[in-house]
């Protein structure tokens, strides 16, 4: 009995020994872990605020929101309208290779318009292209109490006719498709049209801006024959203190 005993004891004392040298090194290495995770959190809060997470966003240089003026702001005021977008194609060695057309009319709304198009693999691009291509070929047309034209006018391009005409206050814009978008970027608020001969919207937006190219006004025309505005006006059977009144009231 003796000796059984002594052999359980010394079993019982072998187990412990292993189990903590087992544990000896565990515990060892649980410093290990624990600092090299604190070094990595570390890390990641240095590049927090260095270079800036996805919430945060940069933390020494301003966001791409704020180095990136609204669209808004850096138009101006001006007016744009996506007329027509067309899918095209060209044909390569390969095969074909897609791309977009688009047609734009920009204006100010006081009587600049300009239109443009342009061509790319993607729709904002062709749009973008467009737009500055019409930026940069924008006319004045003259206008008559800045709501509509001084007088009646036609317009041709290719098989393309338009005429355009004045018209009383509360008229409205009565024109359909490319040729609205033109008159609603011009300022026009009142003028009555008609289009013959193709329904091609580069057709169309050229024999309008033709017709919108031959306005003139009263004032133009006075300063060319070296009269005043008051002798053209007054031709038409008006007295002289009512054409007197409508020069006065032409701006421009």
Known sequence: MMADETKNEETQVEATVAVEATEAPAQEAAPAVEEAVDAEGEQHEGRGRGRGGREGGRGRGRG??????????????????LVHINRVSKTVKGGKRF???ALVVVGDGSGRVGFGHGKAREVPEAISKATAAARKKMIRVPLKEGRTLHHDGNGRFGAGKVTVRTAPAGTGIIAGGPMRAVFESLGVADVVTKSVGTSNPYNMIRATFDALQNQTSPKSVAQRRGKKIADLLGRGGASEAEAEAAAAAIVE
Do not use: L, M
């Open 64 to 81: 791409r929101e704020e180095r990136r003026p609204r669209r808004e702001e850096e138009d101006d005021g001006i007016i744009e309208k």
């Open 99 to 101: 791309g977009f057309a």
